[in-house]
């Protein structure tokens, strides 16, 4: 992912009001590794139930192929928890990693522009704490012998960043 200060992060929002943006308290962009990160997550420190996305979304040209220079649009999503938790343990939507050593939540979103003013909304099974990232870097324990951990490590990181930018393709709809 690349880097990005404040002002990008701000104006990456779509799905969030004003009072949204000014209620929110992002994250120390400084300290934050975006070399490890196929998106950026947190919680809100001062709203239990309230956390912020931003997802790289890959331009498209107009036959939904990447565009040759690998433009990217940062996608900000404002996220809310539900209040119930999964009756059993859940996997992340994303990382889909099995052996995860922290919990999965579900969390909504509005959708951008008109359809989320009507109240649409779009949800997720998500590490609560955001940590797909590491997850998907994690090595696997080797399937068989020969088998390739790097290309595995590689494919599963594809994967969650192709999940992530769906998620935030879905969340514009028409707006896209």
């Not at 997550?41 to 890959?58: C, E, H, I, Q, T």
């Not at 919990?103 to 649409?120: C, L, N, Q, T």
Request: charge should be neutral.
């Amino acid at each position: 992912m690349h880097s990005f200060d404040e002002k990008a992060l701000r104006a990456a929002f779509v799905n969030a009001s004003r009072k949204d943006l000014s209620d929110m308290t992002p994250p120390d962009l400084g300290v934050v590794d975006f070399d490890r990160l196929d998106y950026l997550g947190w919680r809100d420190r001062k709203l239990a139930r309230r956390a912020y996305l931003v997802v790289p979304v890959p331009e498209l040209d107009p036959s939904g192929a990447p565009v040759p220079d690998g433009a990217e649009r940062l996608v900000g999503i404002v996220l809310r928890q539900a209040e119930a938790a999964p009756r059993a343990r859940a996997q992340c939507s994303w990382c889909q990693d099995v052996r995860l050593p922290n919990d999965v939540v579900f969390f909504s979103a509005k959708r951008a522009g008109a359809a989320g003013r009507k109240g649409d909304t779009v949800g997720t099974l998500m590490c609560s704490e955001f940590e797909c990232s590491a997850n998907v870097r994690t090595p696997p324990p080797p399937a068989y012998l020969g088998f390739d951990v790097d290309a595995a490590v590689r494919e599963r990181t594809g994967r969650l960043r192709e999940l992530a930018a769906n998620f935030g393709r879905t969340l514009l709809g028409d707006e896209g």
